[in-house]
């Protein structure tokens, strides 16, 4: 890595970081550590945390073990569980936040509406009409948080209350009231194993059956949590070893015929095996190989689609009436609470802001086909902006945070030469990324998500929009920039 260059000799950069989630977070403190402290943080939402701040239902919690999906710098001793439940995550990333002098930086509740490059600088407009200028520009803007809400006929005639999952209505009560999930995500089984005992009656709208990883989620003992706030090095060995594992996990779903990937079958067709009823288990059984959609973790779904006053609906849904979710079969599932865990637009990224680079170039234009980036961080014709978590990278493999980590070190060494002053601007040339994507494709087409299934990983031509390498490529590779990669003035 480029060495920081010391503040006597640094010309000052204006930085601007678009989101304060996880990765917008990261990025403020790690260029404050790097001595930048001109730095502003535009969030559209009143506090930070992003996705965890804005997902608060019943049961959420995050499917990679809390100690790897922390920040290095900032491990923490307090989870309660190996995956721990997402208040818990949200009240880290504030801590986090907090500790670090994050919240003075932030403009909250005021999202950047335009980004447009004039004479050298960014150009930056905010949706309550706050303008300023900027050298570099951060586009933490997450991967998914715009939800995606389905077009079902009647959607606004139906009676009780109805909301997408990530805008949860916590003045609806769910005890005793008869309970409609539209979806088989992540999300979904979740809110399943956390509503199906509360509910009177509790329907699952099953559009794809998906394959169900069993995970054992053992609570971290007050003797263990002590142990950990006396030894730092512990809390680093028990992340790397994660780390570990979540590796060979990596190097599993990139290749379609690996003895991991069978292994991951395995013990899905064996977790499924505990359905009782035989024909539940049919109906719950997917026609595609594990790994093709992302793999759901549950300890307790298949229990909660036991229960009796647990109903699978697997006929499709023909429209919702004021009085519940009719089905093409004409049959009519009456409910008082329709939740929509419908996902989100992983395509979106940075979008809508409107973001206009070198010559006026829309990159809603560049993107109108479909997004894409050199090594998911920057854009040609983009010159000073860049991007954590951007199109195309390992998004569905590993901890995002390390993603993180991983990419903004690699930024931080380009805003390092920005720094010196021995570049003006750095954008990628349009052939690095044309052959970083070209090679991307070649590689995704031998993954396991390619194997027939439909999942929000694909793209409009039906490739994985992540990396199809191991993650020790992708920290190889993005252990410094190529200079040849990019262009400068």
């Known amino acids: 890595m480029t060495a920081t260059v010391p503040n006597s000799v640094r010309r000052p950069l204006r930085c601007a970081v678009i989101g304060a989630g996880m990765a917008g977070i990261l990025a403020t403190i790690k260029l404050g550590e790097a001595g930048f402290t001109d730095v502003t943080v535009f969030e559209k939402g009143d506090r930070v945390g992003g996705t965890w701040r804005d997902n608060t239902y019943p049961g959420i919690a995050c499917d990679v073990p809390s100690h790897l999906y922390s920040y290095s710098f900032a491990p923490n001793p307090e989870w309660s569980h190996t995956f721990s439940p997402g208040p818990e995550i949200s009240a880290y990333f504030e801590g986090v936040a907090r500790d670090h002098g994050v919240m003075d930086r932030v403009r909250f509740n005021d999202a950047i509406v335009r980004c447009e490059w004039i004479d050298g600088r960014w150009h930056l407009e905010t949706e309550r009409g706050f303008t300023d200028t900027f050298d570099v520009v951060i586009a933490a803007t997450g991967v998914l948080h715009h939800p995606v809400v389905p077009d079902l006929p009647g959607l606004d005639t139906f009676g009780g209350r109805a909301f997408h999952s990530a805008r949860w209505d916590h003045s609806v009560t769910v005890d005793d009231a ?21 509910a009177s009656h509790y329907s699952l709208f099953q559009r794809t059956a998906q394959w169900v990883l069993p995970q054992e989620n053992p609570e971290y003992s007050a003797e263990e949590r002590e142990k950990f706030r006396g030894d730092r090095a512990l809390l680093m060995q028990i992340h790397d070893n994660l780390a570990e594992a979540f590796g060979r996990f990596a190097s599993a779903v990139i290749d379609a015929d690996s003895a991991g990937i069978a292994l991951i079958q395995q013990m899905c067709l064996e977790n499924l095996e505990t359905v009782r009823d035989p024909e539940l288990r049919e109906r719950l059984r997917p026609t595609y190989r594990a790994g093709c959609k992302r793999l759901v973790v549950s300890p307790d779904f298949y229990d909660a689609m ?36 419908t996902g989100f637009r992983a395509d979106a990224f940075v979008r809508p ?17 479909r997004p894409n980036a050199y090594l998911s961080v920057a854009i040609p014709g ?8 951007g199109p195309n990278g390992p998004v569905g493999n590993f901890s995002l945070i390390e993603v993180a980590e991983t990419q903004f070190a690699y930024i931080m060494q380009l805003i390092e030469q920005l720094a010196t002053g021995e570049h003006a601007e750095i954008s990628p040339t349009r052939a690095a990324m044309d052959a970083h994507e070209s090679a991307r494709v070649a590689a995704a087409r031998a993954s396991i998500w ?5 999942s929000w990983y694909l793209d409009d031509r039906g490739i994985p929009a992540t990396w199809p390498w191991t993650f020790d490529r992708f920290r190889e590779v993005m252990a410094a920039p190529d200079p040849v990669a990019f262009e400068y003035a």
């Open 178 to 198: 008869r309970v409609g999930v539209v979806g088989t995500g992540s999300t979904a089984v979740q809110i399943t194993a956390a509503l199906a005992r509360r």
């Open 306 to 341: 036991q229960q009796p006053n647990v109903e699978l609906v697997t006929a499709a849904i023909d429209c919702v009436d004021p009085e519940g979710v009719r089905t093409v079969d004409g049959v009519l599932h009456d409910l008082d609470v329709l939740v929509l865990a």
């Open 353 to 369: 802001t409107g973001v206009r680079g070198r010559g006026g170039v829309e990159l809603a234009d560049v993107w109108a086909e």
């Open 382 to 389: 983009f010159p000073n902006f860049f991007m954590i978590n």
């Open 450 to 454: 390619v194997t027939g299934c439909r």
